[in-house]
């Protein structure tokens, strides 16, 4: 019963819909149609000329987290933007966190004010075109601010991780940003600058892995990394070697003249027998190997068990090994394991094993939380 009590407080809790524009320090001369949107237009004399506008209803505090953004279309000439929460009898004629009873995140210097008029460090500045976050969580005064700016040096951290040069660029010139990357694991040994190491290069490499072009893969790797390549038995090699015979044999049950398909099949077993065969036999190789060859047995190979290697997920895991050592190549690198994921996976990792704690301290109750499920509704529903 106290379960179903807790629920239809939930729903019968009101939240934010839009901005109280009457009640408000006034000077927005300028207010949008669905009240989302304002503009001040007085003139910023002194401290006390500040436009304060509140939401038409209080955060919800039955929820076990709220969020809220705001998006600068104009931080003014001094810049002076805050985000915060406040008590209904806020003063609207102070900044957020000026005053009791409030906190703010201000723009022009990156500071979290608490009830008094000394800031201390928080994050970075904020400005005109930026998305700036708010969140109250547990119904206890915890406020996480956020700016969206984190969220852009993530993403820019991961393209530039797996050397997705041309994705980056359209981003930066999309978002009109030169954001840097974030510095996560420094603390760790790994510098996230360390990213834009042999970018270009690697960026090549994923290219023609992901084309199946796996000699000219190698040719590349033995002119620009031949470290990588040197040991023929290395896992690098090893993968690059089963890619090209799968390449080989991933013309059988496709649009191909038969002449060419039996031509390739055969150059297969030749490949297979010149380079796989001295993999039978060690740690860690023998099963993928097997599967390698078990894609000669059938006549429609991707409709078989071992399908799986003739999909494009395949071809990455090549591609993302090969990056990851090139990475490793980089004589400022002190943690190997910081060339494995990228900030953004890490953080996805750690908040998989949060929920996952959760959810057993709680004793196994609830539906257990699934990144790649909840990756893959995201994908269905954009479609």
Known sequence: MGGKREEEDFEEEEVPTELNTINSSGGFLVVSPDKLSVKYTSVNLHGHDVGVVQANKPAPVK????????YVKDAGAKGQIAIGFT???FKMRRQPGWEANSCGY???DGLLYRGQGKGEAFGPTFTTNDTVGGVLALTVILFLLSIYISVLRLVRSYLQHYGYEDT????????????????????NGFNEQDNVYALNQRKTLRQLIRNGEIDAAFDKLRNWHPWIVQDDKSSTCFLLHCQKFIELVRVN??????????GALE??????????????GLAGFEELVQDCVALLAYEKPQESSVGYLLEDSQREIVADTVNAMILSTNPNV????????????????QLT???????????????????????????????
Request: proline share 3%.
């Open 63 to 70: 929820r076990l987290v709220y969020y809220f953004e705001i």
């Open 87 to 89: 008590s209904e009898s």
């Open 106 to 108: 201000h723009g022009d």
């Open 168 to 187: 980056l660029n359209s981003f930066d010139l999309a978002g009109k940003t030169t954001v840097p990357p974030v510095f996560v694991a420094q603390e």
């Open 253 to 262: 049950g496709g649009f191909w003249p038969e002449a060419q398909v039996v």
């Open 267 to 280: 150059e297969a077993v030749k490949y297979g027998r010149m380079e796989l065969a001295k993999y039978f």
């Open 334 to 349: 002190k943690d190997l394991h910081g060339c494995l994921h990228s900030c953004l996976e890490r953080l996805l990792r």
């Open 353 to 383: 094993a949060c929920c996952l704690e959760r959810r057993s301290m709680n004793g196994d109750q609830g539906e257990a939380f699934h990144l790649h499920r909840v990756l893959n509704s995201g994908k269905k529903a954009k479609c």
